[in-house]
């Protein structure tokens, strides 16, 4: 029976619902199953959702109240304390209310142990969506599933941040609410004809309708704001902590269970529990359509195909404009460097000079800066005044310059600024960046700005940063420069942009997602008809894998190769022998999409 056709069947028995206690159910399943009475029984109750019950009791008018969470608790207590019944009931809370099982303790006389449920992993993610894969017959290329090769739809299922019930809206949206829409999804895929920023916004407002988070940012700024800020700078807080004055009940951990945030814990400080505010990337955004942090077309921009392959600066300059507008909304005027760009080095002074903070706009310029001054818009042609400090300018293509750059004015210090210079660098034919290419890029930074600009200009401290995905180690300090190697991203970009920039700028090291020019970097003395022989052998699963796929590939550092190296499901002790229910197997039932959580289930064990 479907649980729908359940609720319905349920409405008639509405008036009969006082007669609905445990040992009248307990009976009834007893004699459904034909049991003697002192035949011992078991029932395992999973009681989901159970925030709503404490939420209703809270809302409870009736004199004297219900207490119908504490009452379910009691009933359910005398079923596991008393010996002499013969049956055991073992319930299961799922839901978001610790605070509401805590206060239960002392009433119930039974105690409970809280399982820790982490978000799902990236693997977990990929098994799960190979198991819809197979379910819909999705086409298959060297017996490997062809979604994998999407990178739009592999960042639409991390953007979920691993919320099962964040991946379970996606899958609606792309499979259909009864999954009839699977097959026809996985079809339009493999053709690329789907707009993926559309599947995103339905999403968003999926879990809008769900959650009702745009209401709540709109009518708690001053709170959302603090909630966003935490999250976006990985700032671990006390769950007792209060976000309104006004409000002393209002503490992170009330927000878990009333809410939309999810608590996970980091450390302890002076005895005290510290957690992260964690947040899809989903809720980012609908944060953001409210806040206005910086425009909503960031969302398009990281959904367009240029992205992951000409225009990985896109994303280093919005990053920028969303922390610091972020930081000003929070009221903050000014930050030091380091506050900024957390990796900077200790003995770089420069890092600990505060600048103020103006609010920043995103812009592309026409012209190579800065060879080329004024420089003017692409989208209206208007003029660049980047001096301002208003701006971050993503400079013209192939500039022998920053790829990012923008102005900072350092506080109390007139006719001072930092100009900082944000460079995308892959160096992927050496084990790691060597420090005399970045010198090199300092040294060229500062050559080509002192021979252009005018001789006002000398005021700005050029300070240069340089991203690269190889790991970098500085043997020697120099002042002014800063590099961001893959390890560091985390601490850079904070935990919810950590996992774009990763994606973003795997895409050169993950040798299935290579074009023909990126081939023909990496393997010597290679025609176009045999690089299409090596793309004709994807998917590459390792570098094992690969090198003995391609005999005349250059020996490079370890590779990335998801989603591809993610393994199939192992079902053991489950698959070791194939059992008979019949005639429980009489039917197969479509559970659709709720039977995500038959997945879930076995992760966890």
Same mark, same amino acid.
């Given at each position: 029976m479907m649980f729908q056709e359940f609720c319905i069947i349920l409405k008639q028995y509405r008036d009969s619902f006082n007669n609905f206690h445990f040992n009248v159910v307990i009976g009834e399943i007893r004699k459904a199953l034909n049991l003697f009475d002192k035949h011992l029984f078991f029932l395992y109750l999973h009681i989901d959702e159970f925030q709503l019950i404490d939420s209703w009791d809270k809302k409870d008018k009736s004199n004297p109240p219900t207490k119908l969470f504490y009452n379910m608790i009691h009933n359910i207590s005398e079923f596991m304390l008393k010996s002499t019944l013969p049956a055991f009931v073992q319930p299961f809370l799922s839901g978001t209310a610790p605070l509401a099982v805590i206060?239960?303790?002392?009433?119930?006389?039974?105690?409970?142990?809280?399982?820790?449920?982490?978000?799902?992993?990236?693997?977990?993610?990929?098994?799960?969506?190979?198991?819809?894969?197979?379910?819909?017959?999705?086409?298959?290329?060297?017996?490997?599933?062809?979604?994998?090769?999407?990178?739009?739809?592999?960042?639409?299922?991390?953007?979920?941040?691993?919320?099962?019930?964040?991946?379970?809206?996606?899958?609606?949206?792309?499979?259909?609410?009864?999954?009839?829409?699977?097959?026809?999804?996985?079809?339009?895929?493999?053709?690329?004809?789907?707009?993926?920023?559309? #599947?995103?916004?339905?999403?968003?407002?999926?879990?809008?309708?769900?959650y009702g988070i745009k209401d709540y940012v709109e009518n708690n700024r001053n709170v959302a704001m603090k909630l966003i800020y935490f999250c976006i700078e990985g700032i671990a807080i006390d769950s007792n902590k209060c976000l309104d004055d006004n409000n002393p009940a209002l503490t992170i951990r009330s927000l878990e269970r009333d809410k939309h945030i999810i608590l996970s814990s980091v450390e302890q400080s002076d005895g005290c529990n510290l957690f992260l505010i964690n947040m899809p990337f989903y809720f980012i955004c609908l944060y953001n359509d409210i806040l206005c942090i910086v425009k909503p077309t960031l969302v398009h921009l990281f959904y367009d195909e240029r992205m992951y392959w000409k225009e990985w600066e896109v994303f280093v300059a919005y990053h920028e404009a969303f922390r610091t507008n972020l930081a000003i909304k929070m009221g903050k005027a000014t930050m030091t460097l380091r506050e900024l760009y957390p990796n900077a080095n200790k003995l770089d002074v420069n890092f600990d000079v505060s600048v103020e903070l103006k609010p920043l706009r995103v812009c592309k310029a026409n012209e190579q800066f800065p060879h080329t001054n004024p420089l003017t818009e692409k989208h209206d042609g208007k003029i660049i005044d980047w001096q301002s400090g208003n701006v971050v300018v993503i400079n013209g293509s192939s500039a022998p310059f920053a790829d990012v750059f923008l102005v900072r004015k350092l506080v109390?210090?007139?006719?001072?600024?930092?100009?900082?210079?944000?460079?995308?660098?892959?160096? #992927?034919?050496?084990?790691?960046?060597?420090?005399?290419?970045?010198?090199?890029?300092?040294?060229?930074?500062?050559?080509?700005? #002192?021979?252009?600009?005018?001789?006002?200009?000398?005021? #700005?401290?050029?300070?240069?940063?340089?991203f690269t995905s190889q790991p970098y180690k500085k043997e020697k300090h120099e002042s002014g420069v800063l590099v961001i190697s893959k390890e560091d991203f985390k601490k850079h970009f904070g935990p919810v942009f950590s996992s774009w920039a990763s994606f973003a700028i795997t895409r050169d090291a993950n040798p299935n997602f290579w074009k023909k020019n990126r081939l023909k970097n990496v393997l010597d003395g290679i025609g176009d008809a045999l690089i299409d022989n090596v793309i004709k052998k994807w998917p590459y699963y390792s570098d094992e894998d690969y090198y003995i796929k391609n005999p005349g590939a250059k020996k490079m550092p370890k590779m990335d190769y998801f989603p591809f190296d993610v393994q199939k499901m192992n079902y053991f002790p489950f698959d070791v022998q194939k059992m008979n229910y019949f005639p429980f197997d009489v039917q197969k039932m479509d559970y659709f999409p709720f039977d995500v959580s038959e997945i879930l289930d076995i992760e966890n064990r």
């Open positions: 206060e239960q303790k002392e009433a119930s006389r039974i105690s409970f142990v809280f399982v820790d449920c982490p978000l799902l992993n990236d693997q977990s993610i990929i098994r799960i969506t190979d198991h819809f894969a197979e379910k819909f017959n999705a086409g298959i290329a060297n017996y490997a599933y062809k979604w994998k090769y999407c990178r739009q739809m592999l960042q639409l299922l991390r953007d979920t941040g691993g919320l099962p019930r964040a991946l379970q809206r996606l899958f609606i949206i792309c499979f259909g609410a009864d999954g009839k829409q699977g097959r026809e999804f996985f079809e339009k895929l493999e053709k690329k004809d789907i707009k993926f920023v559309d #599947y995103f916004i339905k999403v968003k407002d999926s879990l809008d309708k769900q109390h210090i007139e006719f001072k600024k930092f100009l900082m210079l944000n460079q995308c660098k892959w160096d #992927y034919v050496s084990k790691k960046m060597p420090e005399s290419k970045v010198e090199e890029e300092d040294e060229k930074n500062l050559k080509s700005f #002192y021979t252009a600009v005018d001789d006002d200009d000398h005021n #700005y401290i050029l300070i240069t940063i340089i």
